[in-house]
């Protein structure tokens, strides 16, 4: 991998904010070039595979960083409540929709990768974010806290009941009557 540069840390901010906002076919290298102040030649100097290598910089290094939000969220004392609470407010949440836009490009742009770079991206997204809440939902099964239900089911529910407080304003009282909610119906049978 190319050292770490000014001009490769600004291409990577750019295609970030051109990809979040028009997604993997609208975003054109010669689009990131003009912003970076560069010929596009040069990006391909940074990002030898071109538009498909650095999207997945940007892709995994967005995933690296939702996921350790989550880690912390799943690491807050005061139980699985005041984890789920966390996991909505300090890695999900986003008021402005510009996390849900972005996430939302990057599903959409896995058909348009190489096998290669898509598995890279569907590997890193299991690993950092599914996985961690899959196994403390598991634990809360296990546990009692729950019904005994497929914690892969419960992720995703959760997640996607989560992704619902960005159009809710305030995350932190939309954060409790959805983790609420989400317990009410998880715990039902246990």
């Given at each position: 991998?190319?050292t ?9 901010q ?10 993997y076919?609208g ?7 003009r912003?970076?102040?560069v ?6 100097h940074?990002?030898?595979g ?16 939702r996921g350790a ?5 799943l ?7 005041a ?7 300090e ?6 929709g510009?996390t ?7 599903f959409d ?6 096998p290669?770079a ?6 890193a997204?299991?690993?950092r974010l599914?996985?961690p ?8 099964v296990r546990e009692?806290e729950?019904?005994?239900?497929e ?7 959760f997640?996607?009941?989560?992704r619902?407080v ?5 995350p ?6 959805l983790?609420g ?9 246990a």
């Amino acid at each position: 991998m190319p050292t770490s540069t000014p001009t490769r840390a600004r291409a990577l901010q750019v295609y970030a904010e051109h990809f979040a906002a028009h997604g993997y076919r609208g975003t054109s290298l010669d689009a990131v070039a003009r912003e970076v102040g560069v010929r596009k030649p040069s990006l391909y100097h940074h990002f030898p595979g071109g538009k498909e290598t650095l999207h997945a910089e940007v892709a995994l290094a967005a995933i690296e960083s939702r996921g350790a939000d989550l880690a912390r969220a799943l690491e807050v004392e005061g139980g699985l409540a005041a984890q789920l609470r966390a996991v909505i407010t300090e890695a999900v949440a986003d008021p402005t929709g510009a996390t849900t836009s972005f996430e939302q490009h990057l599903f959409d742009s896995l058909p348009e990768l190489d096998p290669g770079a898509r598995e890279r991206i569907e590997q890193a997204y299991a690993r950092r974010l599914l996985e961690p809440m899959t196994e403390r939902l598991a634990r809360a099964v296990r546990e009692g806290e729950l019904a005994g239900r497929e914690p892969r089911v419960l992720c995703n529910a959760f997640l996607h009941l989560a992704r619902a407080v960005d159009m809710m304003g305030e995350p932190g009282p939309a954060a409790e009557e959805l983790v609420g909610l989400f317990l009410d119906g998880a715990r039902a049978g246990a």
